[in-house]
């Protein structure tokens, strides 16, 4: 599937243009993770295109969160090991693959990288991995960016200031669609 057709469908379930900025967030660190690993991008950044497209309809309802994103997306013949990472990632699976693992650690890092960037007078351009690593250990900063997750980039084989450095640089190079 392409990129045009993902936005699309995202589109008939989503009008928080926020929430899509953090789509396209997760999507661009998905990517640069599955070229660091080798793995297939497109799929990968369809992961993270599509992992909270029921945000706004299971807000209310957590548990049903990637189970109903999921169940729309099959509609669309959308791959069965996205799915299953969409349904990972809303914690109604164990994270099995190294993709599923991907978008669970991608998803709490963006949002810190977002939350700091808000902070820094330069915004995005002026966080760095340090900035990030120093704010990682605030537990009250992005207090929902979920640390554990994370440090589960170290599933991947990955440490911890190398997974920001990549989340970062990817992010960097997208701030004006992310309007940071």
Known sequence: MDRNRALAIIRTKMNDDRMIKHLFAVAACMGALAEKFDEDKGKWELAGLFHDIDFEETKDKPEEHGIKGAEFLEDFGVSSDILYAIIAH????????????????????????????????????????????????????????????????????LKLEEFVSICIKVMQNAADILSL
Not at 133 to 143: T, Y
């Open 90 to 157: 809303g914690g109604n699976a164990e994270p099995k693959s190294k993709m599923d693992i991907a978008l669970l650690a991608s998803d709490a890092l963006s949002g810190l990288i977002v939350a700091s960037a808000f902070v820094n007078k330069e915004g995005l351009r002026g966080v760095d991995t340090n900035f990030i690593l120093k704010r990682f250990k605030e537990k009250r900063f992005a207090a929902g960016a979920n640390r554990e997750n994370i440090k589960r980039c170290e599933e991947m084989g």
